[in-house]
């Protein structure tokens, strides 16, 4: 509806740069994202050559490149926001547009911040005398391939060289101390970064995904390194770290898959989380002596690294700190002395693992991904399973929970497709959020009458799920708890329920009888959203509200038990849509909400 409005932004105009006119094409082709990704590198660039020029514009040049740069504002707002009320606002800013009416706003005084043009070979120069480089300076230009910093500069602004993708080298002068967060993310090219002596601080994700970055030498000055300072940089090989450093932060070298070799200085006291995570290639690592404390998950997924010698000074090694790393035994035994979650419990040939006696709780991720996890043995001595501990473990087939058990964590048995039954023990209390999601072959469950709770999602996507026992203890059903269970044919509520919660039994096609307790009050949003099957439902004289679309789409539902609840005040809309209740019924319905239906 838009496109015909361009011709103010013709697409033949050569006054136009050649990237702007590609994308005023795309513009009257209806493709929106397209344009915009390929103008954003350009709009920005003539904007401050604009506001920088003292001459009248050329309205076909860079005037115009303000009046697209407004529309793109425009579109972006459309097309990113999930406000209806934003997005209306963008349409209606673009109708006047293409009216061609000019919208009266109060001009703002701002402080007209430094511009720095890029010549037509890619090059820019930072002028002399300026000490900090602002934010966002050159973000997103993807026609930048060099630039020329002033021996002013002192410090380097957030994202001031973020998505610079074409940017391959850049020389750092004498005089900066500071790279601040995103510096120089995603510069995808960048193949080589000189770092000054001066240099003394590196921002969080100041060189994330900077992926051709080889090598970087960091100087002895340098006393802070940001997390996921250097991320995802999947071309470095080695690097050596500064005498200077005394703690490396979270996920500084996450995924820096190409890394063979890392000097540790003398220095360092602390490893942080994930801080090598990933890096597959990593065949060695020398720990110094001054060593006290290594993160969670620090070395995860070192599939190269097969020995590690620990400091005497080591009093800290964090869950999954080794996990998938092939360590000889010697080394498995000595970071099993200090934390036995550093390292993965084995798997014996027959897909069987065992937890030790006197572990109290399962890790979190401790299994995770394990699809040659056929069986686990778990000890008495066990209360608490952690969030994701056997998340994906594909060909687990049953489970037996301990009667110590009083928490299931969060995904715990998150998409354990080949698990058919598992027992829950008296002593559970909890089970978390999503903690059997997806558990596709999932036939049946009882629950034990101390359950309190079921976390949202929990049974979700439980699609052979025929029958479950809800006790009298449980108080709360999460939103989406039992949420397409395809299976389920009947379901008794406990006494002990006041509320539904929203979708908790959305998409049970095949349940055709529900019983709600007289304790009931509520019934929340989409509750019984489909639920085909569902022939008859009574509703407790304890009702006041049944949500929106609670029953909806339940086409086999010809009545409910009438009268309706005298304290029934409230049926939202939609809560019968789809549903052929009888005259008597609809009647009784519409009174309350004439849109229920």
């Given at each position: 509806m838009m496109m015909a409005t361009y011709e103010q932004v013709p697409a033949d105009n050569e006054a136009w740069p050649a990237e702007l006119r590609q994308a005023a094409a795309l513009l009257e082709q209806g493709e929106l994202r397209q344009a915009l990704e390929k103008a954003v590198s350009v709009v920005g660039a003539l904007e401050r050559k604009l506001q920088a020029s003292t001459a009248e514009p050329d309205p076909t040049g860079e005037a115009g490149a303000r009046t697209f740069a407004t529309l793109l504002e425009f579109l972006q707002a459309m097309l990113d926001s999930d406000s209806e009320e934003v997005a209306a606002a963008a349409r209606e800013k673009m109708e006047r547009w293409e009216g061609g009416e000019e919208e009266e706003e109060?001009?703002?005084?701002?402080?007209?911040?430094?511009?720095?043009?890029?010549?037509e070979d890619g090059h820019a120069i930072v002028p002399d005398g300026v000490i900090a480089l602002e934010d966002s300076a050159?973000?997103?230009?993807?026609?930048?391939?060099?630039?020329?910093?002033?021996?002013?500069?002192?410090?380097?602004?957030?994202?001031?060289?973020?998505?610079?993708?074409?940017?391959?080298?850049?020389?750092?002068?004498?005089?900066?101390t500071s790279i601040d967060v995103s510096a120089f993310y995603g510069c995808s090219d960048l193949t080589a970064v000189t770092l000054p002596d001066s240099l003394t601080s590196i921002g969080d994700y100041a060189f994330a995904g900077c992926s051709s970055l080889t090598a970087v030498s960091l100087p002895d000055s340098l006393t802070s390194i940001g997390d996921e300072a250097f991320s995802c940089c999947s071309a470095l090989t080695s690097l050596t770290l500064p005498a200077s450093l005394t703690s490396i932060g979270s996920c500084v070298f996450d995924g820096c898959s190409s890394l063979t070799a890392v000097a540790l200085p003398d220095s360092l006291t602390s490893i942080g989380y994930c801080a090598f995570n990933d890096c597959s290639a990593l065949t060695a690592v020398t720990l110094p002596?001054?060593?006290?404390?290594?993160?969670?998950?620090?070395?995860?997924?070192?599939?190269?690294?097969?020995?590690?010698t620990l400091p005497d000074s080591l009093t800290s090694i964090g869950d999954r700190a080794f996990f998938d790393c092939?360590?000889?035994?010697?080394?498995?035994?000595?970071?099993?002395?200090?934390?036995?979650?550093?390292?993965?419990?084995?798997?014996?040939?027959?897909?069987?693992?065992?937890?030790?006696?006197?572990?109290?709780?399962?890790?979190?991720?401790?299994?995770?991904?394990?699809?040659?996890?056929?069986?686990?043995?778990?000890?008495?001595?066990?209360?608490?399973?952690?969030?994701?501990?056997?998340?994906?473990?594909?060909?687990?087939?049953?489970?037996?929970?301990?009667?110590?058990?009083?928490?299931?964590?969060?995904?715990?048995?998150?998409?354990?497709?080949?698990?058919?039954a598992v027992t829950l023990p008296d002593s559970l209390t909890s089970i978390g959020e999503g903690a059997f999601e997806g558990c596709s072959a999932l036939t049946a469950v009882t629950l034990p009458d101390g359950l309190t709770s079921i976390g949202e999602g929990a049974f979700e996507g439980c699609s052979s799920l025929t029958a479950v026992t809800l006790p009298d203890s449980l108080t709360s059903i999460g939103d989406s708890a039992f949420f397409g269970c395809s299976s389920l044919t009947a379901v008794t509520l406990p006494g002990s329920l006041t509320s539904i919660s929203e979708r908790a039994f959305f998409g049970c096609s095949a349940l055709t009888t529900v019983t709600l307790p007289d304790s009931l009050t509520s019934i929340g949003d989409d509750a019984f959203c489909g639920c085909s099957a569902l022939t008859a439902v009574t509703l407790p004289d304890s009702l006041t509200a049944i949500g929106e679309g609670a029953f909806e789409g339940c086409s086999s539902l010809t009545a409910v038990w009438l009268p309706l609840p005298d304290g029934l005040t409230t049926i939202g809309d939609g809560a019968?849509?789809?549903?052929?209740?009888?005259?008597?019924?609809?009647t009784a319905v519409r009174a309350l909400n004439s849109d229920a239906m």
């Open positions: 109060e001009e703002e005084e701002e402080e007209e911040g430094p511009s720095y043009l890029i010549a050159f973000e997103g230009c993807s026609a930048l391939t060099a630039v020329t910093l002033p021996d002013s500069l002192t410090s380097i602004g957030s994202c001031a060289f973020r998505d610079c993708s074409a940017l391959t080298a850049v020389t750092l002068p004498d005089s900066l002596d001054g060593l006290t404390s290594i993160g969670n998950a620090a070395f995860r997924g070192c599939s190269a690294l097969t020995a590690i092939p360590l000889d035994a010697e080394s498995r035994a000595a970071v099993r002395a200090i934390n036995g979650w550093a390292v993965r419990l084995p798997i014996d040939a027959q897909g069987h693992a065992t937890v030790p006696e006197g572990v109290g709780s399962i890790v979190d991720c401790a299994f995770a991904g394990c699809s040659a996890l056929t069986a686990v043995t778990l000890p008495d001595s066990l209360t608490s399973i952690g969030n994701s501990a056997f998340r994906d473990c594909s060909a687990l087939t049953a489970v037996t929970l301990p009667d110590s058990l009083t928490s299931i964590g969060d995904s715990a048995f998150f998409r354990c497709s080949g698990l058919t019968f849509r789809g549903c052929p209740l009888d005259a008597e019924s609809a």
